[in-house]
């Protein structure tokens, strides 16, 4: 089975003049990404998004930050079709926190079976105290937890608190989302002992500070074993930041130490040819149409992973 995790950034469908059109691979909050000149690029954005999903050609694919689910059948039946994209019959994007839309998204070829949401869930229901200045009603994951067992898996598929605008603000959040999903990962142990389980998605981890614990601290080894610690670590980068020139790794893979067990070699492989030719850390060729900045894919690259 192959696993694929990738953040397509802000793929959202609207409809102008009565026809549809998908946004590209942009924040509203980068002012050249914002203008006349940079909705232009939108379709060529998603055309490589959806060539980078073919070229991964996963069973399983966990996207990040898709608006909703007729954005998600929209995406697949025209742009993923067109790009060569063999079809995905099972596809979940359910509501998440995010006003804005960031939902998780899941495309399979494979059945998926006990598909939940953990959207609803409050600090006090799973025994946690909210950040400061927190109130207890916020719900506790800013987006989403989805999880759902597939081919004798347990995937976990995450979309964290960001670190911007404010990342000594953020941190507080983003640990209580780790403290959440490791307390979700014991009550699947609880239930079956030596369950095959991986934690997957954007955890939104900042760049690495030395000395400073990661937010995420609770999920990581011994917990897991973090499967692209089995990259060299110069090539575990996902993630170019185009405004501060920065690179770092906010997509993870962390699995149940059984799985890692059962398959020691299997090595995840970042996918960069949809990235910005800026991004001059990666040595892969690009997709034919990747521009200095856009068009591209996303700001971050897809994770894919063999278990065989």
């Excluded at 995790?5 to 793929?11: D, I, R, T």
């Excluded at 999903?181 to 079956?192: F, G, K, P, S």
Aim: aromatic residues 6%; hydrophobic residues 45%; proline residues 9%.
């Amino acid at each position: 089975m192959r696993i694929a995790s990738f953040n397509v950034q802000n793929l959202r469908l609207r409809r102008k003049d009565g026809r549809p059109r998908l946004d590209g691979a942009r924040d509203s909050d980068v002012d050249a990404d914002s203008t006349p000149e940079a909705a232009a690029l939108d379709l060529a954005d998603r055309r490589l998004t959806s060539a980078i999903l073919a070229q991964a050609d996963a069973d399983v694919v966990c996207l990040q930050e898709v608006f909703d689910r007729a954005t998600l059948d929209f995406f697949h039946d025209h742009l993923m079709r067109h790009a060569g994209a063999r079809p995905y019959p099972h596809r979940v994007c359910l509501p998440g926190n995010d006003g804005g839309g960031r939902d998780l998204a899941v495309l399979s070829r494979l059945p998926l079976a006990d598909v939940q949401s953990h959207a609803h869930l409050l600090p006090a229901d799973l025994g946690l105290q909210p950040p400061p200045g927190t109130r207890p009603e916020t719900p506790l994951f800013r987006r989403d937890c989805l999880s759902f067992s597939v081919g004798g898996l347990r995937l976990f598929h995450c979309h964290f608190k960001a670190p911007w605008p404010d990342a000594a603000r953020a941190w507080p959040v983003r640990r209580m989302e780790a403290q959440a999903v490791r307390a979700l990962v014991e009550a699947q142990l609880e239930r079956e002992a030596g369950a095959l389980w991986l934690i997957i998605g954007d955890l939104n981890e900042p760049v690495e500070k030395t000395g400073a614990e990661p937010a995420i601290a609770p999920l990581l080894p011994p917990f897991s074993v973090d499967l692209l610690a089995r990259i060299p670590r110069g090539e575990r980068w996902t993630f170019y930041d185009a405004q501060g020139h920065q690179y770092a790794r906010p997509d993870a893979l962390l699995a149940a130490p059984a799985l890692a067990r059962r398959w020691p070699d299997a090595v995840p492989r970042a996918l960069r040819a949809g990235l910005d030719r800026d991004a001059a850390r990666a040595q892969e060729p690009r997709l034919a149409d990747v521009g200095a900045h856009r068009p591209h894919a996303s700001d971050h690259a897809a994770l894919v992973l063999d278990l065989v």
